[in-house]
Nanobody, 123 residues
Framework: QVQLVESGGGLVQAGGSLRLSCAAS????????MGWFRQAPGKEREFVAA????????LYADSVKGRFTISRDNAKNTVYLQMNSLKPEDTAVYSCAASRTLIARNVISYDYWGQGTQVTVSS
């Protein structure tokens, strides 16, 4: 069982930056691939970024590539999402998730989910 708690969301102007954190419980955090997803009002949940258990491999959605960076610190049981050059279309609830798969883009591959943190980007 893995419990995930996100933090770091908020209101930021377009062009600004935010850093999201996802703290995980459990001693097996380093065995899970981790991902970030987001869901805007009226839209389906979409993949943002993923990182393998070791941090050696990462994946990004085309819409955030070059602006967002996913990283993890297994000693702190935490995964991060650094978001730069934010745009109004990045506004959404961002959730982290844990997967027994090495690294994955698909929602169905993830076994545990956090409650999410709101990110709002004003124009």
């Amino acid at each position: 069982q893995v419990q995930l708690v996100e933090s770091g969301g908020g209101l930021v102007q377009a062009g600004g930056s935010l850093r999201l954190s996802c703290a995980a419980s459990g001693r097996t955090f380093s065995m899970y691939g981790m991902g970030w997803f987001r869901q805007a009002p009226g839209k389906e949940r979409e993949f943002v970024a993923a990182i393998s258990w070791s941090g050696a491999s990462t994946l990004y959605a085309d819409s955030v590539k070059g602006r967002f960076t996913i990283s993890r610190d297994n000693a702190k049981n935490t995964v991060y999402l650094q978001m730069n050059s934010l745009k109004p279309e990045d506004t959404a609830v961002y959730s982290c998730a844990a997967s027994r798969t090495l690294i994955a883009r698909n929602v169905i591959s993830y076994d545990y989910w956090g409650q999410g943190t709101q990110v709002t980007v004003s124009s």
